[in-house]
Each structure stands twice: as structure tokens, then as C-alpha cells.
């Protein structure tokens, strides 16, 4: 499929998830995600979901939570959106969010350390 079909539908599937995560879904957890992304596998069978969490939880624990929520997540997202089929959704913790903080707490570091000198 055209790579960006793909994305556009990526990019309405993370659009449409936040929406159900923050306005629909009655679990407080799930307010507390913020989407970052989503791939979208070539045959649309499949839409890697990313996100972040502003709760200090095990990010483990929270893709437990999203995974067991899916299926009622995937029938939201199938009333909202016109695809033949729904892919499976699968969510992972973004950690580049994580990485360009620590990347930015070792050039402060970095920075002070020359002002000292």
C-alpha cells in the first residue's frame, strides 16, 4: 500500500485512540495517556500504537492496561473510522520522550560543569 496512505491512516488511528482514551473511556488511567504515534502495518492488519504517560506507573503495568482495554478500543476506533477492517492494536511505551530528557539532563550537566571552570 502507498506509504502515505499508510501514515494518513496512522495518523487518524493515533488522532482517534486519544480522543477514546481522554473523552470516552471511564478508567482514570487511561486520561492520563497522551498518544505520540502509530505505524500502521502494509496490509493494515496490525497499528503499533506509542505513548506516554504523565503518572509516574511501571510502564509495563500501563501497556497491560491498554492491551486487556483494546478490544473495546478497537470498537470504538471501527465506528470511527472507514477502513474495511480494524487492525490490531498494539501499544508500546514511547521512550524517546524518556531518552531526549535524559540527553537534555546531560548537557545541563555538561553546561554547568564549563561554567564552573
Do not use: W
Not at 50 to 63: G, P, Q, R, S
Not at 86 to 109: A, M, Q, W
Amino acid at each position: 500500500m502507498n506509504q502515505i496512505k499508510l501514515k494518513r491512516i496512522g495518523s487518524q488511528i493515533a488522532k482517534e485512540v486519544s480522543d477514546i482514551l481522554n473523552n470516552v473511556a471511564r478508567d482514570r488511567l487511561m486520561h492520563t495517556i497522551t498518544i505520540t504515534g502509530c505505524d500502521v502495518s502494509s496490509d493494515l492488519s496490525y497499528a503499533k500504537i506509542y505513548f506516554t504517560c504523565v503518572l509516574d506507573i511501571d510502564k509495563k503495568e500501563i501497556e497491560k492496561e491498554l492491551e486487556e482495554a483494546s478490544g473495546y478500543i478497537r470498537h470504538e476506533l471501527s465506528e470511527r473510522i472507514d477502513i474495511r477492517h480494524t487492525p490490531k492494536l498494539v501499544f508500546k511505551f514511547d521512550e524517546s520522550i524518556e531518552y531526549g530528557n535524559h540527553i537534555e539532563d546531560i548537557l545541563e550537566e555538561i553546561h554547568g560543569e564549563k561554567n564552573n571552570e
